[in-house]
């Protein structure tokens, strides 16, 4: 997979081209240190996906992406701060946001998604509209989704994990991301527990979307999603979480008595 790199601070550049050159399958095809500059990469490099910063002098990141719709089949991931969003940024479409300073195993899952985008057709039918008919659950089937004209309903059901953000979370689906300017707190009193796990303070996952769990040392678990992604349950959760993956089948071993409650680092 080709990559480019955009962003006006030479080391968050560094930082990011040292990261992905440790993937086998990803070559780093150049840099960028502005739109302009990132205009012509594009033409001339042909990249299969642009790691693209939001916040630029001159034009920024999210019209770039913009000018680049419809013209450009690359895979989009804005890297960013998360400082400030106008409303704008809802309305970008990425297959992915990245917070810095990038996290080698947060870069690992945008990777996946980027893959699979770029191997798949223009729509699937977790993205299409949604016809569900609302029933008297308590909880909600949908979220709403800011957009630049308006709002979008994204089904509960087509979210594979939540992951906050600062000020923001992110709805992750197969395809792409979205933007909600919401707290983990607020979303816990609205989501089904029963469909949308919370596994760590900055984590929501959805449990139909759970392929099996792994433990890598005591009271490390990783829970690992149908699309790839390795999420890390945070150790204040970790007893619920194994209760949970055993009795749906996930996990064959439970906690043992020492493995109480501790912190969670998250």
């Known amino acids: 997979m080709r990559a480019l790199i955009v962003d006006d601070e030479p080391p968050a ?3 990011l081209k040292t990261l992905l050159e440790r993937e086998s399958s990803v070559t780093v095809v150049g840099t960028a240190g502005n ?3 990132a205009d012509r990469a594009i033409a001339a490099l042909r990249p299969d996906v642009i ?8 034009q920024n990141g999210i019209e770039l992406a913009r000018s680049l719709d419809g013209q450009n089949s690359a895979a989009v991931v804005f890297v960013t701060a998360f400082d400030d969003f106008g409303l704008e940024a809802f309305d970008a479409a990425a297959v992915d946001y990245l ?6 195993e947060r870069l690992a899952i945008s990777l996946g998604r980027a893959r699979r985008v770029l191997g798949q057709p223009a729509a699937t039918p977790s993205e299409a509209p949604s016809t569900q008919v609302v029933t008297t659950t308590p909880w909600a089937s949908g979220i709403w989704v800011q957009k630049r004209h308006g709002q979008v309903r994204l089904p509960v059901e ?11 979370v992110l709805l992750h689906t197969r395809r792409q991301s979205h933007m909600l300017r919401a707290t983990m707190e607020t979303l816990e009193k609205t989501l089904d527990p029963e469909v949308m796990m919370r596994i760590s303070r900055s984590t929501f996952v959805n449990c139909n979307s759970i392929r099996e769990a792994h433990e890598h040392g005591k009271r490390n678990l990783v829970v690992v999603l149908e699309d790839g992604a390795g999420l890390r349950v945070g150790s ?5 979480i194994w209760r949970r993956l055993v009795r749906d089948g996930l996990a ?11 912190p969670d680092p998250r």
Not at 99 to 104: E, G, I, N, R, S
Not at 252 to 262: F, K, L
């Open 13 to 15: 550049r560094d930082l």
């Open 35 to 37: 739109a302009e500059e």
């Open 51 to 58: 790691f693209l910063d939001i916040q630029m002098p001159g």
């Open 99 to 104: 917070l810095k300073p990038v996290a080698p």
């Open 158 to 168: 087509d979210i594979d994990w939540i992951e906050a953000a600062r000020d923001y």
């Open 236 to 240: 204040t959760y970790y007893t619920q």
């Open 252 to 262: 064959t071993r439970a906690p043992s008595a020492r493995d109480g409650d501790g």
